[in-house]
């Protein structure tokens, strides 16, 4: 997550749903409420924690590092060891140096779309040597892995795409290029959900975890759609979690591209900036929450699921 101003947190309740907007209509799956919870009780543990370490076990992944090719292919190993299909979605670096996003998913297929990103590259006060980024970004990317895994089998009202963008750190380098596609090629894309820094261990055990929805920003349009998408993650984080939740405003990482392109946009974020470990060399996979990232991975496969519509 790129730094930003500190957060502006409150309760997220019932009276934040808007009058309906004028963009995809959003499609929640409450009669398969059963069917969502034999999806979250699919998540398992053990396999986010490899992950965590996996990807967490490179000394640094700086985007602009000459090493970076590698984590880009542990990103593809990981996916195609549940049998994803993936593409490498290229875009150009400021030094010259081409890096990819990796997606897994058809954005022709013409079915609605729900796009969900986690970045996998990550920064410290030494990003060229040490940058580990445990839970700056491989706790997001453990839980896009998982929910890839679980889902992919589902055929669904709307095609879920998953995508683990680089270049975040970088400015949003990544998602941006994926935005600009999405708009150049009109993507149906309903909503964006994007997962930054999941498993932080919060020093009080009940501190919640917050659930982000856009608030304006670049195209106010789509706020009442991100509203109503985030008001249902808060419901189903109730259902199928011992979490708690609160919302702020969308903010500094990859879900903004898609926002200032007029896309509806939600994120899951742990507090995790404020944290002594934040963008520094300790940001290490013993550092993380591993029980807390294990609630967050079922929220998500659950709000994908809603989204997707089940048939």
């Not at 309740?13 to 919870?37: D, K, M, N, V």
């Not at 880009?72 to 593409?87: C, L, M, N, R, S």
């Not at 380098?173 to 964006?192: K, V």
């Not at 990482?253 to 896309?263: L, V």
Request: proline share 7%; hydrophobic share 45%; glycine share 8%.
């Amino acid at each position: 997550m790129v730094p930003a101003p500190t957060r502006r947190v409150v309760l997220l309740g019932a009276g934040l749903l808007g009058a309906g907007a004028t963009f995809l209509r959003p499609t929640f799956a409450h009669a398969q409420a059963a069917s969502i919870a034999d999806l979250v009780d699919q998540v398992r543990p053990q396999t986010l924690r490899q992950h965590v370490f996996g990807l967490s076990a490179f000394p640094t992944r700086w985007t602009d590092h000459p090493d970076f090719p590698a984590v880009e292919q542990w990103i593809v190993d990981a996916f195609g060891a549940d049998g994803a299909e993936t593409t490498r979605q290229p875009y150009a670096m400021p030094s010259g140096k081409t890096r990819h996003n990796i997606v897994v998913g058809d954005p022709s297929d013409p079915r609605e779309m729900v796009l969900v990103g986690a970045h996998f590259d990550s920064i410290s006060q030494t990003p060229a040597q040490d940058a580990p980024g445990a839970n700056d970004n491989a706790t997001g990317i453990a839980a896009l892995l998982e929910a890839q895994r679980i889902l992919a089998p589902l055929n669904l009202d709307r095609q879920i795409v998953f995508v683990a963008f680089s270049g975040e750190e970088q400015g949003l380098l990544g998602s941006r290029a994926t935005a600009a596609i999405a708009a150049q090629e009109a993507w149906p894309l309903a909503l964006m959900l994007n997962l930054d820094m999941l498993g932080f261990r919060p020093p009080q055990p009940d501190a919640p975890m917050v659930i982000e929805f856009d608030q304006g920003n670049v195209v106010p349009a789509n706020d009442a759609q991100a509203r109503a998408f985030g008001h249902e993650a808060a419901r189903l984080a109730a259902a199928h979690t011992t979490l708690n939740t609160t919302h702020t405003d969308i903010w500094a990482s990859d879900y903004m591209p898609f926002e200032a392109r007029g896309f509806p946009c939600i994120g899951f974020y742990d507090g995790g900036a404020e944290s002594a470990f934040y963008h520094t060399s300790s940001d290490s996979p013993d550092h993380v929450d591993y029980q807390r990232l294990e609630q967050v991975t079922r929220l998500v496969v659950a709000t994908l699921a809603s989204a997707g519509g089940l048939t």
